[in-house]
């Protein structure tokens, strides 16, 4: 549900979403929401009650656009009505998965100042944000929460693109690749990845997404399961990058 319907529209032309919707795998329907206003100046915003800068998303025009678009929605058919907020809980992993589970979502992207409060409190089922910034619209979050969601749908990437998408799952960042030429500028790739010894490929790999995930992102290693040959690595690269002693 948006204002901006072309916009929506033209991204979903292109790249991943054409991909899912070709596979007959998801189906994406963009609504204008100034569709479902009252007036014939198409009007969805008004003043806020008690005075303020800025302009409001009246409540009539997004609760018709939703109960227009469910109106066929089954007895205990459970569908999340997301509302694309910077005050809403900030989009994880864990939330794309969860999202991915459902046969149906709505999606409502806002713009002005807000929404009237009666929207959150009568209508929406989750509020969600993409960070700690402001945009000026809900529609780019809604194409992240898309894009992101469409990956999880079995089928819609092949197996090679999956095994990535799970390597992010297990909360560890990627570890570095590398493609041909083996030699660039007198660069060279790490004799490892060239020698065709898997299980000493698969243990440094794993050794760099240790350390990568050690050097830009300590945190993600709080919520993870170490093994014990993990924790092997960790103080072997401990000893390799001393600035990385503290951690864990
Ligand atoms: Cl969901 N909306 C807007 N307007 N700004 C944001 C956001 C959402 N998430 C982060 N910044």
């Not at 033209?10 to 070709?22: C, E, K, M």
């Not at 990437?157 to 560890?172: I, K, P, R």
Request: negative net charge; glycine residues 8%.
């Amino acid at each position: 549900m948006t204002l901006f319907p072309e916009m929506c529209q033209a991204v979903y032309n292109d790249a991943l979403f054409n991909i899912a919707s070709n596979k007959g795998l998801m189906e994406y329907h963009v609504h204008n929401i100034r569709d479902y206003s009252h007036d014939r100046h198409r009007t969805v915003d008004d003043y806020t009650f008690g005075g303020g800068a800025g302009m409001l998303m009246k409540p009539e025009p997004i609760f018709e656009a939703v109960e227009d678009v469910l109106s066929d929605k089954k007895e205990g058919e459970e569908i999340p009505i997301i509302l694309m907020t910077p005050q809403g809980k900030k989009l994880s992993h864990a939330m794309v998965r969860e999202f991915s589970c459902y046969d149906r979502l709505v999606i409502i992207c806002g713009h002005y100042e807000g929404f009237d409060e009666r929207v959150r409190e009568h209508l929406v089922t989750h509020e969600v944000s993409i960070g700690d910034y402001v945009l000026s619209g809900g529609e780019l979050p809604a194409l992240v929460l898309c894009d992101a969601i469409s990956r999880l749908v079995p089928g819609v990437l092949g197996s090679d693109e999956s095994a990535q998408t799970d390597s992010y799952a297990d909360g560890l960042l990627e570890y570095p690749q590398y493609t041909r030429p083996p030699e660039y500028r007198g660069w060279k790739v790490p004799d490892i990845l060239l020698s065709g010894d898997h299980g000493k490929v698969d243990k440094w790999r794993r050794k760099e997404s240790l350390r990568r995930t050690m050097q830009r992102r300590p945190d993600l290693l709080e919520g993870i399961s170490l093994s014990k040959q993990d924790l092997k690595l960790i103080e072997e690269i401990k000893e390799e990058n001393p600035e990385l002693q503290d951690l864990i």
